[in-house]
């Protein structure tokens, strides 16, 4: 295996874990990303001799060309990431999550590996109390979903590639999202002590973010065992409703009151139960449970008193 890596999206939420793990293991790593969120998460490796950082879009031909140069693997994180987000600047979804990934692969070598980053909300509204596997129909219900599925297929249709479909992912970051489920739901009880729930039966399955950046060494180390598929990842005890998920936050922060909204809805949709038994046969094990997320994210708020980290 090459150790030439181009992470593009380096910066954000999840890239800044991966990449010091990346870098501890020797990896050259060269960042791709245009830090639209001026985030400076990536200031604690800049002493890294192996580490190259490219200010610039991933949507752009010749800037992306250049970057490729000499790269054995690419991990394209850059996206607009949830409903929200896609939704808001829904020429800036596309353009990012789905067109900047047909550029990559009209520009990559086919000797170029690729491990991509899906997510598991193509499963969409799910097949009720039956788990959700990578044969399940897709059906994703939002234009985030729709984006990250396409850039799925054509990615695995073109070869010697990995895709993982992600869990919600949760846990403290140096480029923190405070947007993210467990993430907000957790600021708003410490912050608020109250938050009033929509759609409280809804189920989802949720990673830390560490142990996301966890999937994808395991994926360089097993990539040949691996390559062509899409693999499911996340807590395999944590298919949890969003009530669910309330009271297990109400056990870390007492006076924490929720209630559930009777009548409003959640334009977001999805609701499902995933098995994760698939990358778990190769053996590979999420580590972070949801209660432990929860207990750093507390520490965490102690730190970040404004609603500024998110994407949306």
Known sequence: ???????????????????????????????????????????DCCHEKHLKIIRGDCRDKEILQ??????????????????????????????TNLEAIKTLLSLAAPEQKIIFPCTNSGYGMGQG??????????????????????????ILSR????????ATLFGVSPRMRTDL?????????????????????????????????????FA??????????????????SNLTKLELCEKIKAHVSDFEYIKAEYATDPDKRNYYVSNAKIESLGYQAQYSVDEGI???I????????????NN
């Open 1 to 43: 295996m090459g150790k030439n890596i181009l992470i593009t999206g380096g910066a954000g939420y999840l890239g800044s874990v991966l990449v010091p793990e990346l870098l501890k293991m020797e990896y050259h790593v060269t960042v791709l990303d245009l830090f639209i969120y001026d985030q400076a998460s990536l200031l």
């Open 181 to 217: 489920l467990v993430n907000d739901f957790v600021y708003r009880a410490v912050n608020d002590r109250s938050l009033v729930v929509f759609e409280g039966d809804f189920v989802r399955n949720y990673l830390h973010v560490r142990d996301a950046a966890r999937a994808f060494l």
């Open 66 to 95: 250049a970057a490729l140069e000499g790269q054995d693997m690419i991990i394209p994180l850059a996206a607009i990431v949830g409903f929200p987000a896609c939704d808001r600047d829904k020429t800036a979804a596309v353009s």
């Open 159 to 166: 070869g010697n590639s990995v895709a993982f479909r992600f």
């Open 295 to 297: 207990e750093e994210l």
């Open 129 to 154: 109390e039956q788990y959700c596997d990578e044969t399940s129909p897709i059906e994703p219900v939002s234009l985030y979903g729709k984006t990250k599925m396409e850039a799925e297929r054509l």
């Open 220 to 237: 360089i180390e097993h990539f040949e065992q691996m390559k062509g598929q899409t693999y499911n990842c996340g807590l395999s005890d």
């Open 299 to 310: 520490k965490a708020y102690a730190i970040i008193k404004k609603d500024s980290y998110g």
